[in-house]
């Protein structure tokens, strides 16, 4: 039975060119969404830097003080947009983002008379303490947890990346029905990676042993730790090499962090890489991937990363738990810099081992294919549109 399509406006106050898991998640839903008859109309920030995306519409926007990369839109053209944007025929809202978005879809949605819904991307109570750190942390942890519960009760359904971010919303009292509904990943992107390239094109011997990470260069993502356990792997492998890939505001003082710490020629930072053709053959040139971040609420990389073959070496955290801890394709990290720096030493040693991790890692990648998680997406939304429409 063919089912009708299911028009959705979709608001976010962070979009490409800006690079996040927010970005990345709302870019690989809309691809395999129109695929299951639901056309997706997204509303987001205009940038410096232009940014072509299909059914995309952009509004004007300003420069946030304490958060360079960011924008906040601008009110009233963001409303004008969005009520453009949602033509005749609208059957749901979508709210990606908690800010000027959050706000600006429950107008939509009020004056559409659609149902509304919104992704639970960020863990606010530990990412907000790292952007205002004058504040206490108990304060900004409130603020946080109120904020939550006040939008939710808004809402009609809450999506969330991770059972463990599911758990965390029921402590702050969340009611409203929440579904857990990971992004998916283009499994295929990252499979066919040619790490000899990468290699050659960056000077890095082919027997190096190499640990990667990939994300965002920013304080939440503790790249720090990375770092400082450096030390301890250099007494194990001292050939070892970290690559860092990407960008963002953290990316001077880590800089300066390996430089005082004598990492220079063990600590890499290789800039942000197109994840179209430069970032599979990053992933394909390293031997493990590693991660110490607790603020995730899914993961992305990990899964990118095993999707290339590349072994998981990660502190479980929030969001994170869900991929390290079943232990397929990934080994569960001690959270502590001088453990993680010495049990990295010895499991990036272990070629066979290193194998039959990147066999698992491949099989528990291919089940987080992005095709199945629209699926069941667009099966969300059809369950909240009136069947009467």
Known sequence: MIQPPVRVLMLTDVYFPRVNGVSTSIETFREDLLQQGVPVT??????????????????????????????????????????????????????????????????????????????????????????????????????????????????????????????????????????????????????????????????????????????????????????????????????????????????????????????????????YLDRQAELPDCYAAADMFVFASRTETQGLVLLEAMAAGLPVFAVPYLGTRSIVEPRRGAIVAPDDPDSFGRELATHIGNRHALRQLAQEGRKFAAEWSAPERARQLGALYRSLVPSTR
């Open 42 to 271: 997204l509303v987001a920030p205009a940038y410096p830097t232009p940014h072509v995306s299909a059914d995309t519409w952009r509004v004007r926007s300003r420069r946030l003080p304490f958060d360079p990369e960011d924008r906040l839109m601008r009110w009233r053209p963001l409303i004008t947009t969005a009520m453009r944007a949602a033509a005749p025929g609208l059957d749901l809202v979508h709210i990606q983002t908690p800010f000027a978005a959050h706000y600006a879809g429950l107008r939509v949605a009020r004056r559409f008379r659609v149902p509304i819904v919104a992704t639970y991307h960020t863990h606010f109570e530990e990412y907000i303490q790292h952007y205002l750190p004058l504040l206490p942390k108990r304060f900004l942890q409130g603020i946080a947890r109120r904020m939550a519960r006040h939008q939710c009760r808004e809402l009609d359904a809450v999506v969330v990346p991770s059972p463990e971010m599911r758990e965390r919303l029921l402590e702050y009292g969340i009611e409203k029905p929440m579904h857990v509904l990971p992004t998916g990943i283009p499994v295929d992107r990252f499979a066919h990676g040619d790490g000899s390239t990468f290699r050659g094109r960056h000077g890095i011997p082919p027997e190096q042993p190499v640990a990667l990470y990939v994300g965002r260069v920013a304080h939440e993502k503790n790249i720090e730790f990375l770092l400082r356990a450096m030390d301890a792997a250099l007494a194990g492998r001292p050939d070892l090499l970290l690559l860092i890939a990407g960008e963002g505001p953290a990316l001077a003082s880590l800089q300066r962090l390996s430089a005082s710490l004598g990492l220079e020629r063990h600590v890499r930072f290789v800039g």
